[in-house]
């Protein structure tokens, strides 16, 4: 969207015509600088500029663009070992995220998700039947994330949701199961069921096993009580 609004570029020293070249060339920077799991913002300034104030969206055009800034949010070190255990208790694990498509693979990759199914904010709008199959979703929306837990609701699936940003509160407020961080965004931790206190996401696989045998025990009291009034009744 950057190298769209510039018509120049600066180097060594000076101002360049923004060619088809230069714009490849600037691509594959930022291509290369999001494979490796940053996030890049282009800069560009204008100078010469007609008016000093009432800034809009139409001035944002014949920019120059003047290099790029990039940013490592590594995954926390226990994301791997915590999506593998709840993979093996039947869990699936699926990113949603508003990073582009290159950046969210990678992390994916080095947290063990599969990529081999994923999709961008705009194929989802014509691929509805793919959510079950698709991993790795990237450029998305907050109203295209909650779309999606809707989706895969519609399917009989019960949909937990885990995000800590502005972006993720109708995703947390939509899904069966809202998971936040303490240190998230206050409407992201108001709109979560449940907060994490611990900075180490093998809490979730704790947090499954314990629901389950909650869950277990409280199934077989009902059975139990079931049949208990079941004999009540031809006792009498």
């Known amino acids: 969207e950057m190298l769209e609004i510039c018509s120049h570029a600066e180097f060594d020293g000076s101002v360049h015509p ?9 691509q594959e920077i930022s291509l290369q600088m999001n494979k490796q ?3 890049v ?18 001035d944002e055009q014949d920019m120059v663009l003047i290099g790029f800034l ?7 070190q226990s994301a791997a070992r915590a999506i593998k255990q709840l993979h093996e208790y039947g869990i699936e694990v699926k990113i949603l ?4 498509d290159a950046v969210v693979q990678t992390i994916a990759r080095q947290v063990g998700i599969d990529i081999s199914n ?8 014509a691929m509805n039947e793919a959510v079950r199959e698709t991993t790795v ?14 989706l895969l609701q519609d399917q009989q699936n019960t949909v937990g949701f885990l995000g800590d940003g502005i972006n993720d509160a109708a995703a947390l407020r939509q899904s069966d199961i809202g998971i936040s961080v303490d240190s998230a965004v206050d409407i992201a931790k108001e709109s979560a069921d449940i907060i994490l206190l611990e900075k180490d996401l093998m809490v979730l696989e704790d947090g499954v096993l314990e629901g389950r045998k909650t869950f277990g025990n409280i199934t077989k009291y009902i059975k139990m009580t079931a049949s208990s009034n079941f004999g009540n009744m031809f006792s009498v």
């Open 18 to 26: 923004f060619t088809s070249t230069l714009k490849k060339k600037a």
């Open 37 to 39: 799991g940053m996030r």
């Open 41 to 58: 913002l282009a800069i560009a300034h204008k100078s010469y500029l007609s008016k000093a104030s009432d800034f809009c969206i139409e």
């Open 70 to 76: 990039a940013f490592l949010d590594p995954p926390k």
């Open 97 to 100: 995220s508003g990073d582009n």
């Open 118 to 125: 994923a999709l961008t904010g705009i194929e989802l709008e």
């Open 137 to 150: 979703f990237s450029k998305l929306t907050p109203m295209q994330k909650t779309q999606i837990i809707t």
